[in-house]
């Protein structure tokens, strides 16, 4: 039940009024938990942001589930990446350390390779994964929503007494 839920909010934000953009932020947003291990202090720091923020929340989680699918297959790279700034970069040893000696930045887990690797890429990879899925829920809005809502099994699905409990239920 928590996946078809999950299907109807992903469309349903993709037909709502929300803008592309709201839409962008909030899957944008949770690829950044998604490619990064659960649980650290900066997914609960960006989870927070994603509540706080006029983003799309189904749109996060779909992030989220959609880049942790695939996340583990670049932990080597993600590793390379976190080694690399953690012990190769002698410019940074004074701040690691400096972190490392600070109450709550250990809880953040940037001394694990991979944890800082998938960090450093995900940031990086946040504003492309924003406007490829800008683009995306554009044209998704503007030329394919309204052929999708004329297909047979688009209509069969709301016309079903399922369907239309759900969505009694959710309006109240």
């Known amino acids: 039940m928590f996946w078809l839920n ?4 992903l469309i ?3 037909h ?8 962008a932020a909030g899957f944008a947003l949770g690829s950044i938990i998604g490619l990064t291990p659960l649980l650290s202090l900066h997914n609960l720091i ?4 994603i509540l706080a923020l006029n983003v799309s929340i189904p749109a996060a989680f779909f992030g989220i589930l959609f880049f942790s699918c695939f996340a583990y297959l670049f932990d080597a790279q993600f590793h390379s990446l976190g080694y690399y700034l953690l012990v190769q970069l002698e410019f940074l040893k004074p701040l690691w350390t400096y972190l490392y000696n600070i109450p709550i930045a250990p809880l953040t887990k940037f001394y694990n390779t991979v944890v800082l690797g998938s960090l450093a890429a995900s940031l990086v990879l946040f504003f492309p994964i924003y406007w490829i899925f800008k683009q995306i829920a554009q044209f998704y809005q ?3 929503a309204p052929i999708v ?3 047979k099994i688009i209509k069969l699905i709301q016309g079903n007494n399922l369907y239309q409990m759900y969505q009694k239920i ?3």
Do not use: V, Y
Request: aromatic fraction near 10%; proline fraction near 4%; charge should be positive.
């Open 149 to 151: 809502n004329r297909f």
């Open 142 to 144: 503007t030329k394919l």
């Open 16 to 23: 709502s009024s929300n803008g592309p953009r709201h839409i």
């Open 46 to 49: 960006i989870f927070l942001i």
């Open 170 to 172: 959710k309006l109240q």
């Open 6 to 9: 999950l299907i109807f909010k």
């Open 12 to 14: 349903k934000t993709l």
